[in-house]
């Protein structure tokens, strides 16, 4: 019988809800992409609930570029690196989906510096399903988000669409250029 390695990510019951876990499970269900991270099975008995999902050994691209192999990284390897990114969010968008948490913490990196999109916590599905169309969230919805990373018109209306995505998008090209330094 073969092995593989996985990943577990468990439910932090202090800032998440079984419902907004569960609604991580089923956005992460419909998405099959070579730059998106992919979720193998789901434990939901008992507590907490488990989602497992590949294993990308090098980690987030955060720590992966501020570790002493990532700071040896050169231009054309970042802009790869970045392209992956593009690509899973690019895949995103044409699902209708808007991902609204990207930033460099939530890029795992494997083997060959392979990027792939992960944390799919905030990410929504578009209503109408035309790209590009804008969703309003409430305050309830979005109690948390990334003020950093976040698009001034998400950050003012909760109004949300791929164009908020492009922005975190600039945010997270900031933060591969710098190798890691926060942004502002």
Known sequence: MASIEVAVKTMNLETATSEDF???????????????CQLYAVCTIGSPLFIITELMCKGA???YIQSEEGLKLRL???VDMAADV???MSHLEELSFIHRDLAARNILV??????????F???RLVEGGAPG??????????????VRWTAPEAMAFNQYSIKSDV?????LLCEIVTYGKKPY
């Open 61 to 63: 691209l955060v720590d």
């Open 86 to 88: 593009a690509n899973g």
């Open 22 to 36: 569960m609604e991580e499970v089923k956005v992460m269900k419909t998405l099959k992409h070579p730059n998106l």
């Open 167 to 171: 922005w975190s998008f600039g945010i």
């Open 110 to 119: 494997g083997e060959e510096n392979i990027c792939k999109v992960a944390d």
């Open 133 to 146: 169309e804008m969703a309003v969230f409430t305050a309830e919805q979005m109690t948390k988000f990334p």
């Open 121 to 123: 916590g905030f990410a």
């Open 76 to 78: 054309p390897s970042l």
